[in-house]
């Protein structure tokens, strides 16, 4: 079972990275033969950056994905741009890629509306790159949270119409989506997805956030007029409370609503409050002590990088040859 997964390096990662992904790709790592995790600093490009924050931000996502629980002995952990295969293959790959299917994608519709000076070509082809991540190490299974199962879809359609042309080549992927805790939704509105870009800093609990500010956020998290702890329609405020009390307790969504029936709203944040708390802070604590030492991290992601490349090579290799690109 060939597992991988890719992650942008944009500043802090949140709870809902960590629920809906992070969380599977732990998980993932003893399954994987091996296990693939990807810092896509190729993708953080395709709308406005600084250059020299991008490479801080890599540093950043490595050392939190390791506090997270990534064992760079057990998994292969490694920069996007450090394997060039990707790119490579991105462009191969385009040309059996519909444009109309790309013109359909949901985050490509969002993020160039949100773009204020340039919607680049590259913004556009972000999922085909994506395609390229996949299908470079031929994997079987992609942990993500929901909002990456079209571009998933779209990987599939790829693959398949690739082997299609070109004959049995690429692995068509499946993607490993979690039943509880898959989109992790924004504290103050929750009808939105959390995510890095949108709404206020309240509406988001990073990873590496203190104690303080975790209670604070769950506190003020948007809930309704009701006074029932369940989910249900009109109550996606509670609702996501509950997912995430779920998730960070290791219990169900039914556990939670009876453990907390008749109990008030004010109380039950309380307890979501502690409950993200202890769920982060091993992460925070471990982060505190990786983070400092960019030579070290470096050093995992060029030897994360040299044994990526080796698995990439060979399917560009075969995609080249099926293609008739190349010297024979
Ligand atoms: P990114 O960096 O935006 O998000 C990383 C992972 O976090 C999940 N996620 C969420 N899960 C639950 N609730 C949320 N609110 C939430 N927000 C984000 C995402 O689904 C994702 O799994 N395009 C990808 C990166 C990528 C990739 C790949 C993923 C590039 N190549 C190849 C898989 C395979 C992205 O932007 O992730």
Redesign the pocket.
């Known amino acids: 079972m060939r597992i991988?997964?890719?992650?942008?390096p944009?500043g802090r990662k949140h709870l809902?990275?960590h629920?809906?992904?992070i969380r599977g790709y732990v998980e993932g790592q003893d399954r994987g033969d091996p296990a693939i995790y990807?810092i896509?600093d190729l993708?953080a490009i395709t709308v406005s950056y600084e250059p020299a924050e991008l490479r801080r931000y890599v540093y950043d996502t490595a050392a939190m994905l390791i506090a997270s629980g990534l064992d760079p002995d057990r998994c292969i952990l490694f920069r996007q741009s450090d394997v060039r295969e990707h790119t490579e293959l991105c462009w191969l790959l385009a040309s059996v890629t519909a444009h109309g299917d790309l013109n359909r994608m949901h985050q490509f519709k969002e993020k160039s509306a949100r773009q204020r000076e340039l919607v680049s070509a590259g913004l556009f082809l972000y999922p085909v790159l994506?395609a390229a991540?996949?299908l470079a190490y031929r994997a079987d299974e992609?942990p993500?949270?929901?909002?990456?199962r079209q571009?998933l879809e779209l990987t599939r359609d790829v693959a398949i119409r690739f082997n299609a042309t070109y004959g049995d080549v690429l692995t068509v992927p499946e993607h490993r989506i979690p039943a509880v805790?898959?989109?992790?939704m924004d504290l103050q509105d929750p009808t939105a997805?959390?995510?890095t870009t949108s709404s206020e800093e309240r509406g988001r609990i990073y990873v590496d956030e203190d104690e303080k500010a975790i209670v604070k956020k769950i506190k003020s998290a948007v809930t309704d007029s009701g006074a029932e702890v369940r989910r249900g329609p009109g109550k996606d405020g509670i609702s996501n409370l509950i997912e995430i009390y779920a998730v960070t307790r290791g219990v169900t969504p039914e556990d939670v609503e009876r453990e907390f029936d008749g109990q008030r709203y004010g109380d039950f944040k309380a307890a979501v409050a502690e409950a993200v708390a202890d769920y982060l802070r091993p992460v925070r604590e471990r982060y505190a002590e990786l983070r400092p030492d960019d030579a070290a991290l470096e050093a995992t992601l060029a030897a994360g990088a040299a044994r990526a490349r080796d698995l990439a090579a060979a399917t560009l290799a075969d995609v080249r040859h099926a293609m008739g690109v190349g010297a024979p």
């Open positions: 991988f997964s890719g992650i942008q944009t809902g990275n629920i809906g992904a990807c896509v993708h994506q991540d996949v992609v993500v949270g929901d909002d990456q571009h805790g898959a989109r992790i997805k959390m995510s």
